[in-house]
DNA sequence: CTGTTTTATTGATTTAAATCAATTAATCGG
DNA sequence: CCGATTAATTGATTTAAATCAATAAAACAG
């Protein structure tokens, strides 16, 4: 198969220096595997040629690397095709805080500050993992939902779930402990990362790949590292997880569901009635 | 002018108690002053007569009452006409968290768990002073956003806004002091409210009328009321705010708006390209 | 493989905010 | 207008998590 090179590759290459061409051939839209939970969902199969010119092409973003910082002209909007990527924002007193964990599917970089073609992201954007994305230029968002409302009504319902997993975010910063917090975050992410899983590629299982450091952590739920670690810790002696190598087994679900008032219900995927 | 008896009116009134139904006179999408930074924003006028069918009626919702609480099948959506909302949810200790301040022209309610006509509601909604609802039924949503699919992008749009909002909201919460984060509340509200009211109704002033109490504050941002009052007084003596009679006056802005870390610009309404 | 950097771990101490406890001031229903 | 309820205020005490500080362990670059 022929990798697209896009007329815009060496301009979007200038302005986001850390990403990379992809090498591998590309995955066209129509034989994407999770195209049922990402932006296409709803776009019917045979609108997928005209609506696939409106990507870019796929990228590759290495792990630790910055995408975009906050206030960043925002030319691009994104697809996560594969890896996993944080959204934060850094603070006047240099405190970081994470606003959402982007998996596999998820819809990222339409935030943003200002109007017309020089608004800036209000957040930056960088990968934990090494990751795949799906770019799009984002001044053709608006014309490409006139002529197909499917695309409008798949954002609208992304960005319902979005809301809703902000707001459960809030829900454990603001009104939990520590304790209940962290319980809360492992169990969000291991069902985020299972589900994805499920309609991807692999098995259900009791552990996940968790590149997150302590520290990532305490910036998502407003702890510091040193507290999270004593949390963890205390977990691990209650036998109700295990974490090692950037992995993360879940010992006793129930319990920690319990613990982090965590109910799978809020993980599955929106849809408008 | 006719008072438009919805056929579904007293079905309505059965599963939300608290709503009654408009006596005076019903504004119509069309003269509606507030629609350009509503849900119908981008839906051109001539389109107007026929969307306005989709819409229910509005109706009257006491202060302090409840609309519908977390779980409720979710037959209705609203836009807020007038008044003040929140939405809120309980956590199993009894804890209560403010996921959102609705002002007149949000849009609300379309947040459920599960699918179908039978989802219910993520969260509670509660007016703070007697409110105009204009009600939607939920189940004919994605069919018109089919057929108009300016109401898909306003959609989007909004839900892209109040998403920057919540994590602003988060940020607070997360990674600033009870003094920082309390003074961002009060000037997000303070903003948020003068523009409204520049947009629909009155004049720019340094003062609104503020229906919060100190638990309410507290419940936003996860602080005691005890604690919230404390600091309130603590503003109030270094003449930053003066706050009286649900009424707070912004005597000092520049300063508040340094200790709360707050941009004007995350207020302002939000566009896709 | 090896020195270097980053991340994790653990103890001692401090602190911002919670909790407990009264009182006073507002607001509301009749 | 008036008793009753709700909200605000203030002090004393406790506590969950931050901060400070020092290794130990892991990951990484060359």
Not at 198 to 209: K, L, R, V
Request: proline residues 4%.
């Amino acid at each position: 198969m022929a990798i697209p090179q896009s007329e815009e590759f060496s301009i979007l290459m200038n302005k986001r220096p850390n990403l990379q061409q992809c090498v591998d051939p590309q995955t066209e839209c129509i034989a994407c595997p999770i195209r049922k939970m990402a932006l296409f969902r709803g776009v019917p199969e045979e609108e997928l040629g005209w609506t696939q010119k409106f990507r870019d092409a796929q990228y590759l973003l290495p792990a630790r690397k910055t995408l975009y910082q906050e206030g960043d002209i925002a030319h691009s909007i994104y697809t996560l095709f594969d890896g996993w990527v944080i959204l934060f924002k850094i603070l006047d007193n240099g405190k970081r805080q994470i606003l959402r964990f982007v998996l596999p599917g998820d819809f990222f970089g339409f935030q943003v500050n200002g109007t017309g073609a020089g608004a800036g992201y209000t957040h930056g954007a960088q990968a934990l993992v090494a990751s795949t994305l799906c770019v799009f230029p984002r001044t053709r968002l608006r014309s490409m939902m006139e002529k197909q409302p499917q695309l409008a009504i798949g954002l609208a319902e992304m960005g319902m779930h979005d809301m809703t997993l902000c707001q459960h975010h809030l829900i454990g910063t603001g009104r939990k402990n520590a304790r209940e917090s962290i319980a809360f975050l492992l169990l969000e992410l291991f069902y985020r990362v299972r589900m994805q899983m499920q309609n991807g590629f692999n098995e259900a299982t009791d552990s996940i790949i968790f590149p997150l450091t302590q520290e990532d952590i305490g910036d998502a739920i407003g702890l510091t590292s040193v507290h999270v670690n004593r949390v963890l810790k205390e977990l691990e002696r209650e036998k109700l997880i295990h974490c090692q190598r950037k992995r993360l087994t879940i010992l006793d679900e129930e319990t920690l569901m319990e613990i982090g008032q965590f109910d799978p219900g809020m993980i599955e995927p929106k849809e408008l009635v």
